[in-house]
């Protein structure tokens, strides 16, 4: 049941915060939901994403998949209801490696990523199996989990301008992308029409007396506000560990900052219907015998000879004049202060420009031509385990919704849920406990950190 007694203030409107604030006021009939952003909705981080989603997640538990498996029928389900306002489409991620010896450890991350609820595998070893391919627009695709493909003319049939060495592919089908602009503002109009007041401030404050939360202070243009909150929402993304320290709690992340590239590809090196493609092997950069020599001379290049890790990615965007080509390439995730704007990383088009055409070669023609990519992107802001944090924090009253790393986009929707669950008393699904904060409380959970594994960061 709504609570008239109850005013939430929710501090950042980014992807999380209107995510929560669509679930309480939406879905639950909150009244009194009010949203502070100091800059425009969705403009710090969320709209630097390459939007993509999947339920491929490993474990160790089953968790991370529920989740994501949650927060997608959410998103098929605001896609079914707006018309596909948001562009969901279907065509799955594809990892992809030259090394043949790559396909058991494949077969078996696939396997376990079957046990844990994402879908079943299905491997395809002759050129005549019956894979089915991803159709390039819609969601309704019934194919789930994983099919791997070990023959290479099948490979090469579905995928021809993946490099001739791919010896396998794993193609996962619940995964796409989804405009992530769109999924925001249709959630922010819709909180909005049930009277979601969205404040434009900074949070500078908030009153917690007695171990309590009573009001947040805003700035707003020189100015002080006081907002009368029962309840506070920490959703403010990059900022969140400083302004948790504010109120006394500190926060187990790291930020890492990510970039990506955007390309024209007016060479149509990528056809517009590919699915999202990855690179599973690590890799020295294609360099001719010139670049290489004087690269080598040079203290402040020679790194870039080094080999590069395995997970270069990316994805076709847009049609007809605007056909363009989004790639990352992580090869640096050392922890790094939150600064805007970003630092330039004067050799991050290059690099990525260059590892992507490891994988797709028809991209070297782009290499050092034509109009210079264009470069973005935020910051990772990550637990341990690459786990959100969702849930109530120590003072009463005050919760957070982040730590959304890479995956903030996907996760918006069962984060939204989840949160408003949290704060309205409903019954909380079985995977709320996994992204509490008061999981590192528990002794059992502190010991399996070390030996936590893979987080599934791409
Ligand atoms: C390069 C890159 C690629 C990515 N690709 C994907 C992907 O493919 N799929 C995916 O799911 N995710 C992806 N992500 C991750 C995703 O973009 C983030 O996890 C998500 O956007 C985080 O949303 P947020 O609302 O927590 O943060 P933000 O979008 O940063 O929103 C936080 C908001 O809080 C506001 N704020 C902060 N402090 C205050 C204050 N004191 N007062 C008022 N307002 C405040 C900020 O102005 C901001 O608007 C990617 C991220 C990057 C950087």
Redo the contacts with the bound molecule.
């Keep these: 049941m709504a609570n008239p007694s109850r005013k939430i203030v929710i501090?950042?409107?980014?992807?999380?915060?209107?995510a929560a604030a669509y679930y309480l006021a939406v879905e639950h009939g909150e009244g009194e939901v009010t949203l502070?952003?100091?800059?425009n909705?969705?403009?710090?981080?969320?709209d630097?994403?390459?939007?993509?989603?999947r339920n491929w997640w490993p474990g160790p538990d089953w968790a991370m998949t529920a989740y994501m498996n949650r927060s997608i029928d959410l998103l098929e389900g605001i896609a079914r209801a707006t018309g596909n306002r948001m562009n969901l489409n279907r065509r799955g991620y594809l990892f992809a490696t030259a090394d043949a010896s790559k396909v058991s450890w494949l077969q078996d991350i696939a396997q376990k990523a079957e046990a844990l609820g994402a879908g079943p595998v299905r491997v395809h070893e002759t050129a005549s199996s019956d894979y089915v391919p991803s159709p390039e627009r819609g969601f309704d695709l019934a194919l789930t989990g994983a099919d791997i493909i070990t023959d290479r003319e099948l490979i090469r049939g579905h995928f021809p301008y993946l490099t001739r060495d791919t010896a396998a592919v794993a193609h996962v089908r619940r995964a796409g992308?989804l405009s992530?602009q769109q999924l925001g503002m249709t959630m922010l109009e819709a909180a909005r029409e049930r009277g979601v007041k969205l404040v434009c401030?900074?949070?500078?404050d908030v009153d917690t007396p007695g171990g309590r939360v009573s009001s947040v202070q805003i700035e707003c243009q020189d100015e002080r506000r006081l907002l009368e909150a029962s309840h506070f929402v920490l959703?403010?993304?990059?900022?969140?560990k400083a302004?948790a320290a504010r109120i006394g709690v500190e926060l187990p992340v790291i930020a890492e900052r990510?970039?990506?590239i955007s390309i024209s590809d007016t060479g149509n090196a990528v056809p517009r219907h590919a699915p999202m493609m990855i690179w599973l092997d690590e890799q020295r950069l294609p360099w001719s015998n010139e670049e290489r020599a004087a690269l080598s001379e040079d203290d402040s290049t020679r790194w870039l000879l080094q080999k590069f890790p395995a997970g270069v990615h990316g994805r076709p965007d847009g049609t007809g004049d605007s056909k363009t080509l989004l790639v990352?390439f992580n090869y640096d995730n050392s922890p790094a202060d939150v600064v805007f704007p970003l630092p330039e990383e004067p050799h991050y088009a290059e690099i990525a420009l260059r590892g992507m055409s490891t994988m797709v070669p028809q991209l070297a023609a782009y290499i050092g031509k034509g109009a210079r990519p264009y470069v973005?992107?935020?910051?990772?802001?990550k637990t341990r385990e690459n786990r959100p944090l969702i849930g109530p924090l120590a003072i009463e009253g005050a919760y957070i919704?982040?730590a959304?790393?890479?995956?903030?986009?996907?996760?918006?929707c069962a984060g939204g849920e989840l949160l408003a669950k949290h704060i309205t008393g409903r019954a909380l699904p079985d995977y709320a406990s996994a992204f509490q904060l008061s999981r590192y409380q528990d002794p059992s959970h502190c010991d399996m950190l070390d030996s936590w594994g893979d987080g599934g960061q791409l």
């Design positions: 501090c950042g409107a980014g992807i999380a915060g209107i502070v952003e100091e800059g909705p969705l403009s710090l981080t969320s630097k994403s390459t939007e993509a989603y992308w992530a401030g900074r949070v500078a959703a403010a993304g990059p900022m969140q302004l990510h970039q990506k990352l973005d992107g935020g910051y990772y802001i919704s982040g959304f790393s890479g995956f903030g986009v996907m996760a918006a």
